[in-house]
């Protein structure tokens, strides 16, 4: 194949998350470093805040476009892409329709009932890799069924890639320290991801930039709050505490590499800060997380705590103490160092038999 290929990314889109967006931007990123000269676009619902800034091309359609099922194979019937990304995305019939338009296909799992929904025998038959991006120990193991009805099929089993990030780079590094008056390893990192959650009537991050200011009046610490893209306000002023509107995946990614600490959400973030070896603690933001964040505080890898102010305060306390800074070092030391963007960049190589061509 020619060292250009076309690629479509379809995540899911909407006006309360964005870590599907926020990946599948980690994954165009890294294909446009190896391969420059690709063509990246993508498909986004209209109403989520973060379309507007999406550095690729973009086709908007006004839902997420799993529900727009005729919409996005008009799409790929145009486009004729090489690969299409489904990032929890996607009906059957828009699998269907991209593996007979002769993409090659991908879909991405984040938690069970969306992995087993890919692996049902219509999707799978159309999928040609299916990427589970959570750690094992998060998500589990397949079951015995799910693999002999794969192998009857010839469809190849889930590959668990794990966290999907970029390395932080050096360079950025400095460079954003400087923009934001920042020491390395002298601050706190806040994010509750996209910036549109709601906890009841408040939103998560107002609650997060409480607890900021707060932690800093006790301890002196610099704070900084990365309220996300679908925050529908203007920014607070806080004492000791830097905000920020909103950050491409790899600025974050270095600004939390070189913070102290972090206070994430249970999403994306929260694998990355732990794969990235960051002492956190992980608040739940939405339904999905409370289980990813208890397997994590079994480990040993976070700590945990209700969306409340006084024990999120209590909890960023803790995280300080020498002796737990210690103890999630170690256990995060034992876990395997993270190739998720590694994995997905060869498994792209083998479908679009591109090995060797940069």
Same mark, same amino acid.
């Given at each position: 194949?020619?060292?250009?290929?076309?690629?479509?990314?379809?995540?899911?889109?909407? !006006?309360?998350?964005?870590? %599907?967006?926020?990946?599948?931007?980690?994954?165009?990123? /890294?294909?446009?470093?190896?391969?420059?000269?690709?063509q990246?676009?993508?498909?986004?619902?209209?109403? $989520?805040?973060?379309?507007? +800034?999406?550095?690729?091309?973009? +086709?908007?359609?006004?839902?997420?476009?799993?529900?727009?099922?005729?919409?996005?194979?008009?799409?790929v019937?145009?486009?004729?892409?090489?690969?299409?990304?489904?990032?929890?995305?996607?009906?059957?019939?828009?699998? &269907?329709?991209?593996?007979?338009?002769?993409?090659?296909?991908?879909?991405?799992?984040?938690?069970?009932?969306?992995?087993?929904?890919?692996?049902?025998?219509?999707? $799978?038959?159309? #999928?040609?890799?299916?990427?589970?991006?959570?750690?094992?120990?998060?998500?589990?193991?397949?079951?015995?069924?799910?693999?002999?009805?794969?192998?009857?099929?010839?469809?190849?089993?889930?590959?668990?890639?794990?966290?999907?990030?970029?390395?932080?780079?050096?360079?950025?590094?400095?460079?954003?320290?400087? #923009?934001?008056?920042?020491?390395? &390893?002298?601050?706190?990192?806040?994010?509750?991801?996209?910036?549109? +959650?709601?906890?009841?009537?408040?939103?998560?991050? !107002?609650?997060?930039?409480?607890?900021?200011?707060?932690c800093?009046?006790?301890?002196g610490?610099?704070?900084?709050?990365?309220?996300?893209?679908?925050?529908?306000?203007?920014?607070?002023?806080? %004492?000791?505490?830097?905000?920020? !509107?909103?950050?491409?995946s790899? %600025?974050?990614?270095?600004?939390?590499?070189s913070?102290?600490?972090?206070?994430?959400?249970?999403?994306?973030?929260?694998?990355? $800060?732990?794969?990235?070896?960051?002492?956190?603690?992980?608040v739940?933001?939405?339904?999905?997380?409370?289980?990813?964040?208890?397997? *994590?505080?079994?480990?040993?890898? $976070?700590?945990?705590?209700?969306?409340?102010?006084?024990?999120?305060?209590?909890?960023?306390?803790?995280?300080?103490?020498?002796?737990?800074?210690?103890?999630?070092?170690?256990?995060?030391?034992? %876990?395997?160092?993270?190739?998720?963007?590694?994995? *997905?960049?060869?498994?792209? !190589?083998?479908?679009?038999?591109?090995?060797? /061509?940069?």
């Amino acid at each position: 194949m020619s060292v250009a290929p076309k690629f479509l990314f379809v995540p899911v889109s909407c !006006e309360e998350g964005i870590g %599907e967006y926020m990946r599948s931007t980690i994954v165009a990123d /890294e294909i446009m470093q190896r391969w420059p000269q690709a063509q990246v676009e993508f498909v986004l619902n209209s109403r $989520a805040p973060y379309a507007k +800034h999406c550095p690729y091309p973009t +086709h908007l359609v006004n839902d997420t476009p799993t529900k727009r099922v005729k919409e996005v194979n008009q799409l790929v019937s145009q486009l004729k892409p090489d690969l299409v990304i489904f990032d929890a995305a996607g009906r059957k019939a828009q699998l &269907k329709h991209a593996n007979r338009s002769g993409a090659k296909v991908v879909f991405i799992s984040q938690h069970r009932r969306k992995r087993a929904r890919g692996m049902k025998l219509e999707r $799978a038959l159309v #999928t040609d890799s299916h990427w589970v991006v959570q750690p094992e120990f998060v998500i589990g193991d397949i079951s015995r069924f799910d693999r002999f009805k794969l192998n009857l099929i010839n469809r190849a089993e889930p590959i668990f890639t794990g966290s999907i990030f970029a390395r932080p780079d050096s360079a950025l590094q400095q460079a954003l320290q400087k #923009t934001y008056g920042l020491e390395p &390893k002298g601050y706190l990192l806040y994010s509750t991801g996209s910036g549109g +959650h709601y906890i009841g009537s408040t939103l998560a991050a !107002e609650r997060f930039a409480q607890v900021a200011q707060a932690c800093y009046r006790k301890t002196g610490i610099p704070c900084v709050m990365v309220f996300g893209p679908n925050y529908p306000k203007d920014l607070p002023q806080l %004492e000791g505490v830097v905000a920020i !509107e909103r950050l491409s995946s790899l %600025e974050f990614i270095n600004l939390l590499d070189s913070a102290a600490g972090a206070v994430l959400s249970g999403g994306d973030t929260l694998l990355q $800060a732990i794969a990235l070896k960051v002492p956190t603690l992980a608040v739940a933001v939405s339904k999905d997380q409370p289980k990813r964040i208890q397997r *994590c505080v079994q480990r040993g890898l $976070a700590l945990s705590c209700d969306i409340e102010l006084d024990a999120m305060c209590a909890q960023v306390q803790s995280l300080l103490e020498p002796k737990t800074v210690q103890q999630l070092g170690a256990n995060m030391d034992r %876990e395997a160092e993270a190739k998720g963007l590694d994995i *997905c960049m060869a498994e792209i !190589e083998r479908l679009l038999g591109l090995t060797g /061509e940069r």
